[in-house]
């Protein structure tokens, strides 16, 4: 947004009519100032909602349902409960809440149809995208002592999110300071909504992947997101366009990275049968993370002290490490033994869903997100997420051998779960549903089946056809290029967008002639970045609760575009060879 529209944005925030009793008319007599109760719910209350930042922005938004004096007491008698019971009812706790959900009007982004594509950029153009992507990495890595990602705050929340689906949280999730951030930060969404501020809060933008412009941004280090830049430095040393000491330095952040992943991150959890296993933790513990001390606090006062592990972090992990050759003990282990624990078998094992926001797909033979850890603590309760379960796949396809998993019946009956479970998404259509995926796009997804078909086409054929007798991934593959080809690049996107699409085309052996939106849309918006890189950040990954919060960084979107620019490099190379 240029500078008068935010001055128009904020002008209007600040002198609108208030029509009825604003955020702070309801929460300020309960949650400002109280003794005894639980004290967490009035510190959010205070930190997130109250603060001097968002205050002046909603004081003059009123909702006319809430003039309503038996509503108003409804509402202001549900926050007291959550205040002082010490086992709220949440479900009648969040019923007022609910109520007033109905009209926020939050939709998923729809672009336009994107113009005919001219003609696709030389190589010498993709090269000098791609060494500037590697130098942004090698640099922020030089610079940081790792390479960091980025969290921040949309309180318009997301579009899955609606009444019922805050109701299913609050039930669902387990760590008490977890449910109040979502009542209150649900509760806020609705006044957003009928604010001025709200262009502020949320204005438009191009494509899919929503771009990180708020300015609160949480910098931060996970063994997810090494894993991924350690695939994206390979990629660069593969593609030959590494100088020697780039390379070089490439090999030093990966030996880093892939370390940080198995050793500084790992943590011992209890497996279903009574064992113990090493996987790997979302969050490791301070200081690690390398939060700045505000921010560590900030995460602390909001409710996010506890960080378990999780099945897709401890997978793109191994999966990493094994790409880079490691050799630490640790990959030894099995995971599908491991994740058997975690996989849904209807009628075999207690529910594994507490927080069923994607209840539009059939969960069997999917494994859910979260690891208890060694405590048995499980804050977010439990979610099952589709692209979770292709780097499940993806990471048993490159150690097939060394876990056995064709000698062993089991092993084997749980990968053709999971892959029964992806071909039910392809035939029903809902993988293109943005409701189907808890953390990621229908666009990641696409771009992550590509790299899971990858690691599949990899194996021998015999193996091929143990895992796949039906031909699951064939059907899956025509339907997702039949969405990245009839929709992603047909309309308009961002380099984000365009980074996964080509990732998904280039991957699942689409026409080279296909290529051609996705990196105009790359090669064009080169320099977007400024002084922070080749490129903005974008959305790579989110969470819906307690509200919308993504994850992404310039370095992220540099990451992308590296791996399929040498993807796309190397398929047009082996054309015009």
């Known amino acids: 947004m240029g500078f008068h529209t935010i001055a ?42 109250g603060n001097p930042a968002l205050r002046p922005l909603l004081r003059r938004t009123g909702l006319p349902a809430l003039r309503d004096e038996k509503r108003l007491g409804a509402l202001q008698e549900a926050l007291i409960r959550a205040r002082d019971d010490a086992e709220p009812d949440w479900a009648a706790v969040g019923a007022p809440v609910a109520e007033l959900m109905g009209d926020i009007g939050v939709s998923h982004p729809s672009p336009p149809p994107a113009a005919l594509p001219g003609r696709a950029p030389g190589a010498d153009e993709i090269d000098r995208a791609i060494r500037r992507c590697a130098a942004h990495l090698l640099g922020s890595f030089s610079k940081n002592g790792f390479i960091p990602t980025y969290a921040a705050f949309n309180l318009i929340g997301d579009a899955d999110m609606g009444g019922n689906e805050m109701l299913m949280a609050l039930t669902g999730l387990n760590s008490r300071g977890y449910k109040n951030s979502t009542l209150l930060f649900s509760l806020a969404r609705i006044f957003i909504a009928h604010s001025p501020a709200r262009a502020l809060i949320n204005p438009p933008w191009t494509g899919i992947a929503e771009p990180m412009w708020q300015p609160m941004q949480i910098r931060h280090r996970s063994a997810y997101y090494d894993a991924f830049f350690t695939e994206a430095l390979l990629s660069y040393v593969e593609s030959g366009l590494a100088s020697a000491d780039e390379a070089a330095a490439s090999r030093r952040a990966i030996a880093d ?7 500084t991150s790992a943590e011992e959890v209890p497996s279903h049968d009574g064992s113990t296993v090493r996987v790997v933790t979302a969050l490791a513990p301070l200081p690690h993370p390398r939060f700045s001390r505000f921010f560590a606090q900030i995460k602390q006062d909001l409710g996010f002290g506890i960080y378990v592990p999780d099945c897709d972090t401890t997978a793109c992990a191994f999966s990493a490490a094994t790409q880079a050759g490691s050799t630490d003990p640790i990959l030894d282990q099995p995971l599908l033994d491991f994740y058997r624990g975690y996989q849904v078998r209807e009628g075999a094992n207690e529910p594994r869903v507490t927080v069923p926001l994607n209840d ?76 189907s995926h808890i953390y990621y796009l229908p666009e990641l997804y696409s771009a992550y089946f590509g790299r899971c078909h990858a690691a599949f086409m990899a194996l021998p054929e015999a193996a091929r056809r143990a895992i796949d007798p039906d031909g699951a991934f064939a059907f899956i593959r025509g339907k997702v290029l039949a969405y990245v080809e009839g929709e992603l690049i047909a309309r308009e996107m961002n380099p984000f967008d365009a980074a996964l699409a080509l990732m998904a085309l280039t991957h699942l052996g689409a026409d080279v002639k296909t290529f051609t939106p996705a990196l105009n849309c790359i090669i064009a918006q080169l320099g977007e970045g400024g002084r922070h890189g080749p490129y903005k950040a974008y959305e790579w990954n989110k969470m819906k609760t307690p509200t919308r919060i993504l994850v992404g960084g310039p370095e992220v979107t540099s990451a992308f575009v590296l791996m399929a620019l040498a993807l796309a490099r190397r398929r047009m190379a082996e054309r015009n060879g």
């Open 257 to 263: 990275m892939v370390d940080f992943c198995l050793k």
């Open 8 to 49: 128009g944005a904020a002008f209007r925030a600040l002198t609108a009519r208030k029509d009825g009793p604003s955020l702070y008319d309801v929460c300020d007599p309960v949650l400002l100032k109280y003794q005894g109760g639980d004290s967490h719910l009035g510190k959010f209350y205070r930190t997130a909602l």
């Open 360 to 435: 539009n797909i059939d969960y069997e033979g999917g494994v859910v997100t979260w690891i208890d850890n060694i405590k048995g603590e499980r804050p977010y309760g439990n979610d099952l997420d589709p692209t979770l379960n292709l780097d499940i796949l993806e990471v048993s396809f490159r150690n097939l051998k060394r876990w056995n998993i064709l000698e062993t019946p089991p092993r084997l009956e749980m990968v053709h779960r999971i892959l029964g479970f992806q071909r039910r998404l392809a035939e029903s259509g809902a993988f293109r549903n943005p409701r």
